[in-house]
């Protein structure tokens, strides 16, 4: 399942639903492996860090996946766009290329966040973990 991400729009409803059913375990377990895999996320402390630390504090798990999955299923200038739970923030995830680091094909990406304070961007870096998971790189 692809939750609308490959068109342009991550759906925070069903995303939700999956994590939310399988709340309580593991992230591993919340995402699964290979064709199985019902949504990958983005996990990690140091989001705050590379995203923002009050952008970071106002994502929740769903938008997080969002992430995750529009890193694992987008190609390349092609943007996802999702409104957080509360209404108040639009994310814009735009991937802009793939690159390899030890081994792995990660991506570059700029993350947009629009609020009724303005917009902000991040260019961020962030890599698969091999278990449904992606971590930013610092």
Same mark, same amino acid.
């Given at each position: 399942k692809h939750y609308g991400v490959i068109n342009g729009r991550c759906n925070r409803e069903a995303v939700g639903a999956v994590i939310g059913a399988a709340a309580g375990g593991a992230i591993g377990s919340q995402v699964g492996k290979g064709e199985?895999?019902?949504i990958a996320i983005l996990v990690g402390s140091v989001a705050g860090a590379v995203i923002g630390a009050k952008i970071g504090r106002d994502m929740d798990e769903t938008d997080r996946a969002c992430i995750g999955h529009a890193l694992e299923l987008t190609?390349? $200038? $092609?943007?996802?766009?999702w409104t957080s739970a509360d209404k108040r923030r639009t994310y814009r995830l735009t991937p802009l290329r793939g690159f390899a680091q030890q081994g792995v094909n990660c991506r570059e990406f700029d993350f947009r966040v629009t609020t009724d304070g303005g917009k902000q961007t991040n260019r961020v870096k962030a890599c698969p973990g091999g278990d449904g998971t992606w971590r930013l790189l610092g």
């Open positions: 199985n895999r019902p190609g390349d $200038k $092609k943007a996802v766009t």
